[in-house]
């Protein structure tokens, strides 16, 4: 296995007597996209501000692309990029001027590579205007390509979709998964939209009261025989009563249509029994359940803060 782009270490912070995150241990792979997520107040941006070393680590490490970011911060800062909450940019000169004063800032950012990140972003149109006319998805897309100038290993964006319109939202996710799949860069997302972390991410973490609960793949197909069947049949009483009787099959829901657990090699049977048995059949399908309902599962439905 390839080495990670990034690994959080053990990572612990202390404020007072408080402890705000406890234990930290994750790896970002090259190229993949990872969504953190949690409740309010779960840690996540005072996990993303260690990362950066905007503030301090109690203990513990962030390892980026071999380089401890407290041993030695320089050469490992340099592989990231990362906007943390809004971008920061100057209202009144043109996009192209912003990203030339903030190339100036780091060595070896050619004009050659400005160009190249205004066409990564898609902001070719618009690069010349002043910034304080840009809608605030065009300055989402700037702030990612200043945060790129540099070839960054590593790209942590907190809320990148924060105050966008649908439209906005696809366009960042899209460019996102673009920098993932074109260029190699390991994206960290950290986002309250789990339908886009959905869309968007390859793996998620997911943080609650300061500790890492869970880390799912969200490709990865489940090894677990049991589905949730929708069944939409009449009369209802009947079918119930048929199916209450079967072994191995629970009842979760009885609405306008029956939604059943059942092991996946059973569903032609159950099927076959209630024709036999004169219940109309309109409909059989498997469902999905989303990232929310496994996020609400894992952190408590009702958990604010």
Do not use: W
């Amino acid at each position: 296995m390839s080495e990670s782009a990034m690994s959080i270490k053990g990572l612990h912070k202390t404020i007072g007597r408080k402890k705000i995150i406890k234990d930290l241990n994750f790896d970002i792979r090259p190229g993949e996209v990872y969504g953190f997520i949690g409740p309010n107040g779960a840690g996540k941006t005072t996990t993303i501000r260690m990362m950066v070393g905007l503030i301090g680590i109690t203990s513990g490490d962030v390892v980026i692309k071999g380089n401890s970011i407290r041993k030695n911060y320089k050469k490992a800062i340099s592989e990231v990029g990362a906007i943390v909450e809004n971008p920061e940019m100057y209202p009144f000169m043109t996009g192209r001027q912003n990203l030339k004063h903030f190339g100036r800032m780091t060595n070896g950012v050619s004009n050659a590579r400005i160009k190249e990140v205004i066409d990564l972003v898609g902001l070719e149109n618009a690069i010349n205007t002043k910034v304080g006319k840009y809608s605030l998805g065009m300055r989402q897309r700037l702030g990612i390509a200043q945060a790129l100038l540099h070839r960054p290993s590593v790209l942590i964006l907190d809320e990148p979709t924060n105050g966008l319109d649908p439209a906005g939202i696809r366009e960042i996710r899209q460019y996102i998964r673009k920098l993932a799949v074109e260029d190699n860069v390991s994206v960290i997302v950290s986002s309250h939209l789990l339908s886009e972390i959905e869309l968007m991410c390859d793996r998620i973490g997911v943080i609650k009261n300061g500790e890492l609960i869970a880390v799912r793949n969200l490709h990865e197909k489940t090894d677990s025989e049991q589905r949730i069947v929708q069944l939409d049949v009449h009369p209802m009483d009947q079918a119930l009563e048929i199916i209450q009787n079967e072994p191995n099959i629970k009842v979760l829901e009885t609405n306008e249509q029956l939604q059943i657990q059942i092991n996946r090699n059973d569903v032609p049977r159950l099927v076959t029994t209630l024709v036999d048995k004169d219940v109309q059949i309109y409909g059989v399908s498997v469902l999905k359940s989303t990232l929310e309902d496994q996020f609400l599962e894992m952190i408590g439905e009702n958990v604010i803060g």
